[in-house]
């Protein structure tokens, strides 16, 4: 079993930036890619970025190529979401997830967080 537990939401202006962090307890913290998806209020779940065991592999989605960066540090056993530029349309709730392999799809993923909300004002 691993537990996720994100933090760092918050209220932003357009423009801002904002870090998320997915701390996580458990069975071991490097044996799983991770992911983040986001889900705004009346859409479904959406994927935005995920990594490999490593760190060195990642996807992103196109809607934050450019503006986000997913990461992470083993030792901490953390990984986070540095999202600038912020619109928005970036304004869902943010959950951190952790599966067996780098994928897009949720279903794939066996552990996550309770989610942090992130809201971008215009």
């Known amino acids: 079993q691993v537990q996720l537990v994100e933090s760092g939401g918050g209220l932003v202006q357009g423009g801002g930036s904002l870090r998320l962090s997915c701390v996580a307890s458990?069975?071991?913290?490097?044996?799983?890619?991770m992911g983040w998806f986001r889900q705004a209020p009346g859409k479904e779940r959406e994927f935005v970025a995920a990594t490999g065991r490593s760190g060195i592999l990642k996807r992103y989605a196109d809607s934050v190529k450019g503006r986000f960066t997913i990461f992470r540090d083993n030792v901490k056993s953390t990984a986070y979401l540095q999202m600038n530029s912020l619109k928005p349309e970036d304004t869902a709730v943010y959950y951190c997830a952790a599966g067996s392999w780098i994928t897009t799809v949720q279903d794939e993923y066996d552990y996550w967080g309770q989610g942090t909300q992130v809201t971008v004002s215009s």
């Open positions: 458990g069975r071991t913290f490097s044996s799983y890619p």
